[in-house]
């Protein structure tokens, strides 16, 4: 029985090759975007006092419509105002509502790390990652094999992006390599959709040391960040918490508050 990620994966196969047929490297590479050098959201968490990565989803597999309506420019640049550390854009459109065209209408006007969060199984990806602006791209270990994850990574840094790992267990914490930056656990199993936080807790001693340890899902109380940092974690990826109030800037901008009292 096929999960939720394979129908996703197999649509991405698709996609993706019909996106190159549209685009070739050679056209993504002359992009304005491309020449430009990428912001370091491994930097900006490790220097941060709250490790907010702030989400902009209209919409997920296993909620529906979020926010149909949300503007990318406007939410994004709240964010940006309120102090997030960084910025996950999705650009899947089936599943979660988002395209390129978000991150690019967004970069301008954003100074912080962009995370382009997408479903990556293909090295064109990042070269329209590079191209549309992003500065971060999401390696997911669930849709690839270590060999996969490795020449991935490898290829995002010849590109000067950098790579956000994402694991869900034990056993997918060995696809991290020399060429992740930061490696985050979802509390989201992406096979199922169910959600626990404890992932986090229960993973955060066999991640290494060296890599900038993310909490990704399901974050909805200040209390559950400041517990998550006491176990090692820098980086704190939150969307559906923000993205299903009116004002999800002003909402990032509460908990912010929160996280300093």
Request: charged share 25%; glycine share 6%; hydrophobic share 45%.
């Amino acid at each position: 029985m096929s999960t939720i990620l394979d129908r996703i994966l197999a649509d991405k196969v698709v996609e993706v090759a019909e996106r190159k047929q549209l685009i070739a490297i050679a056209a993504l590479e002359k992009s304005h975007a491309f020449s430009r050098t990428c912001l370091s959201l491994k930097q900006s968490l490790l220097a941060s006092d709250t490790g907010i990565i702030s989400e902009f989803k209209r919409k997920s597999p296993s909620l529906g419509w979020i926010h149909e309506e949300a503007d990318v420019v406007d939410v994004t640049s709240g964010y940006g105002a309120a102090g997030a550390s960084g910025i996950s854009i999705l650009t899947d459109y089936p599943y979660f509502g988002g395209t390129s065209l978000d991150i690019m209408a967004a970069r301008s006007r954003i100074s912080c790390p962009v995370l382009r969060k997408d479903f990556v199984i293909d090295e064109y990806q990042l070269y329209e990652a590079k191209a549309i602006g992003a500065d971060v791209i999401l390696l997911i270990a669930a849709a690839l094999t270590g060999k996969q994850t490795f020449e991935l990574a490898r290829k995002a840094h010849e590109l000067g992006l950098e790579v956000l790992l994402e694991v869900h267990n034990a056993d997918e914490i060995r696809h991290a390599n020399d060429f992740v930056d930061m490696l985050g656990v979802n509390n989201r199993n992406l096979k199922t959709f169910e959600q626990s936080i404890q992932v986090s807790f229960d993973l955060a001693e066999l991640i290494p040391d060296h890599f900038v340890k993310v909490s990704e899902s399901g974050i909805s109380k200040v209390v559950t960040v400041k517990e998550l940092r006491k176990v090692g974690y820098k980086g704190f990826l939150m969307g559906e918490n923000f993205m299903k109030e009116e004002d999800p800037a002003e909402a990032l901008k509460l908990f912010i508050d929160g996280l300093k009292h």
